[in-house]
Structure formats: structure tokens, C-alpha cells
Nanobody, 114 residues
Framework: VQLVESGGGFVQAGGSLRLSCAAS????????MGWYRQAPGKQREFVAY???????NYADSVKGRFTIYRDTDKSTLFLQMNSLKSEDAAVYYC?????????WGQGTQANVSA
């Protein structure tokens, strides 16, 4: 397994979670990385990407609330999620951007109660 997501959990609406994506050195050398999510009964969707160290972009639904960043020393990608809404509840995955199927991990579940 090359990418391992963690940090999900249960939180009330308005709360925060920080997701982590641990990668092997080889995988983390990928310049463009992204976070994606899949809610029950819905297709997997884009959440955010980071190109290089600081060029970021976000889905409109999370702009201003989520922040994607990376720690190159620890080969870890993060997603800081603030002001969570019930519609943010999903399994979150990291991958390259654009995503490559072989990089999909198990994901980490974020549950947001109203």
C-alpha cells in the first residue's frame, strides 16, 4: 500500500478534523496530490489539490473551510477541515492529481452530525 489515509472520526457540525495521508518517499515525489471524497450513494468527487508546495485549488463546496498542505520531510499530505457541515460526511481519499486508480487506499471516514 503506497498511500494510507487517517484522521477521520465523528464530529459535530461546525467542528474540525485534520486528515493525513502518509506516503512512501517514491509516492510522495509526485508533484501534484489531491484529496477526494465519496459519500454513500454518490460518486467520488474532487475536494482539493496541491501542486508543488503551495499552488492549491478547492472544490467550490469547501472553499474557505478546507486547507490542503504537505510536509515534505515527513512525506505526508494533510487536509485541514474546519466548519464542517453534514454534507461533508464521506470517506476521504488521497491520490495523485489527477487521480490514478493504483494509488487509491482504504480512505478515512469523516462523520458529521447535524
Amino acid at each position: 500500500v503506497q498511500l494510507v489515509e487517517s484522521g477521520g472520526g465523528f464530529v459535530q457540525a461546525g467542528g474540525s478534523l485534520r486528515l493525513s495521508c502518509a506516503a512512501s518517499k517514491t509516492t510522495f515525489s509526485i508533484n501534484d496530490m489531491g484529496w477526494y471524497r465519496q459519500a454513500p450513494g454518490k460518486q467520488r468527487e474532487f475536494v482539493a489539490y496541491i501542486r508543488g508546495g503551495s499552488n492549491t485549488n478547492y472544490a467550490d463546496s469547501v472553499k474557505g473551510r478546507f486547507t490542503i498542505y504537505r510536509d515534505t520531510d515527513k512525506s505526508t499530505l494533510f487536509l485541514q477541515m474546519n466548519s464542517l457541515k453534514s454534507e461533508d460526511a464521506a470517506v476521504y481519499y488521497c491520490s495523485s492529481y489527477p487521480p490514478v486508480p493504483r494509488f487509491w487506499g482504504q480512505g478515512t471516514q469523516a462523520n458529521v452530525s447535524a
